[in-house]
């Protein structure tokens, strides 16, 4: 495998995911050579993206720069050409239709958290994204077969299974959810995030920790997190914390996203996505970015140094290097890595990136009770997925009546009538 690769970044407009590749590819000479080409539909924010990219890469730590050749394009066929990765972190129209998926169904009667990755919420975001990457990984099939394709878009665990199921594209999933669970409990903890190290298997954003350490000795932190949960502030966290008392294990990623999963996970909070935080926090971002970009702000310190939690660059250039990487978690096929859970589920599990490719590392088998609620959100996510790569409106029915966070057959059904209508013209059969 040559030293040097191109890195094809689809929905580079993104600014929250855009910054973090940043961060990671230009605080480092290890991709130096290498060609980054940025891709979008929206040309504003293409630009912003890419002027922003050419200034972080001649800040570099190398005595060039970070040594990138930086590209951009609205053109993905073209982009596609000679790509060694693939890049993805797209979302259709996002914060008006996510704030849809959660308003219709509380309309309706249905308690739920985020609507974004499991409930009637998970349903919509599947069938209305899968069709779109579907496209891209055919064209990434066509053009540059032997390409890595990592998913950044949710909902991760039904975007991979998805793909699984439509084309032979190597696919990877990555998520930072196992390192904001690993915030939530050092708080408990009294603990620095450097100082910890945890391991995790399950699903997406359903992730439970096999392992807590500490990094520098190894000594298991699990009898600790218990003595000192049990007198922490009982408002911190209660949903992980109620699971931990049940199940044994710490579950990942938070309330909002554990809580998409179950049909009390409301309990936790159900205000749903703070969209409002969210679009004033992109307007300073995109300030900021126009300001490093024509020189009247400095670059902040820390868009100087990796990112926290993204391991993109990591998978990447452990392939490249053949430097055997361990990458704390991403999301693959099952094929017998968690025993007990489908073969051909989506699991995210750790893994193994070198040149030979990605290694998915086995934890064991989780405690059955876990296994089992693993189990029936196992069995929406595949209902949920054929549903979408058929653009059946029957299956997505049945996939809202055996999803646990429904409790109504009249809801579900006048929920799919209103967001079906919505999400149509993104709704199409892909097999």
């Known amino acids: 495998m040559a030293n040097t690769t ?61 040594g990138i050749t930086i590209e951009k394009t609205t053109d993905r066929k073209a982009a596609l050409q000679g790509a060694g990765f693939v890049l993805c972190a797209i979302a259709i129209d996002r914060n008006r239709l996510w704030k849809l998926d959660f308003e219709v169904p509380k309309k309706h009667g249905i308690r739920h958290t985020l609507g974004e990755n499991g409930g009637p919420g998970g349903l919509f975001f599947t069938l209305r994204t899968l069709p779109l990457i579907v496209d891209i990984v055919r064209d990434a099939e066509a053009i540059c077969p032997d390409a890595l394709f990592i998913n950044l878009s949710n909902p991760e665990s039904r975007i991979v299974l998805g ?67 049990a007198t922490h502030d009982p408002s911190f966290t209660p949903l992980a914390r109620r699971l931990f008392h049940a199940f044994g294990l710490w579950v990942t990623p938070s309330d909002d996203h554990t809580g998409e999963f179950l049909p009390y996970g409301w309990e936790a909070g159900e205000h749903g996505f703070d969209f409002r935080h969210d679009e004033e926090g992109r307007v300073i971002l995109r300030d900021l970015m126009d300001g490093v970009i024509d020189g009247s702000r400095p670059i902040p310190d820390d868009w100087t140094k990796p990112s926290w939690g993204e391991r993109a660059v990591a998978v990447i250039a452990g392939q490249l290097h053949n430097q055997k990487r361990f990458i704390e978690s991403g999301i693959v096929i099952n094929r017998g890595v968690i025993p007990g859970l489908p073969d051909e589920l989506a ?69 799919l009538d209103e967001l079906w209508e919505v999400n149509r013209p993104y709704i199409r059969a892909c097999l």
Not at 27 to 39: D, F, H, K, N, P
Not at 367 to 392: C, T
Not at 397 to 403: F, G, R, S, T
Request: with cysteine; aromatic share 6%.
């Open 6 to 66: 191109k890195i094809v970044f689809i929905g580079a407009g993104s600014a929250a995911f855009g910054l973090s590749l940043f961060q990671d590819l230009f605080s480092t000479t290890e991709l130096a050579g290498s060609t980054l080409t940025l891709v979008d539909t929206n040309t504003e924010a293409l630009d912003r993206m890419a002027a922003l990219a050419e200034v972080m890469n001649r800040r570099g730590p190398g005595v060039g720069g970070a």
């Open 347 to 415: 699991v995210e599990v750790p893994l193994m990136a070198d040149a030979a490719g990605i290694h998915p590392i086995s934890l064991g088998r989780l405690p059955d009770g876990i296994v089992k609620l693993l189990s029936v959100q196992a069995n929406v996510q595949q209902l949920s997925v054929e549903a979408a790569l058929h653009g059946s409106k029957e299956l997505a029915l049945q996939a809202l009546l055996i999803d646990p966070v429904i409790n109504s057959s009249t809801a579900a059904a006048a929920i």
């Open 163 to 229: 793909l699984s199921r439509c084309t032979s594209v190597r696919t990877l999933g990555l998520c930072h959810g196992i390192f904001l669970a690993r915030w939530f409990i050092c708080q408990i903890l009294g603990m620095a995030e450097k100082e910890v190290d945890v391991w995790g298997a399950g699903l997406n954003h359903f992730q439970w920790l096999t392992a807590i350490r500490e990094k520098a000795t190894g000594r298991d932190l699990y009898s600790l997190l218990r003595e000192r949960e």
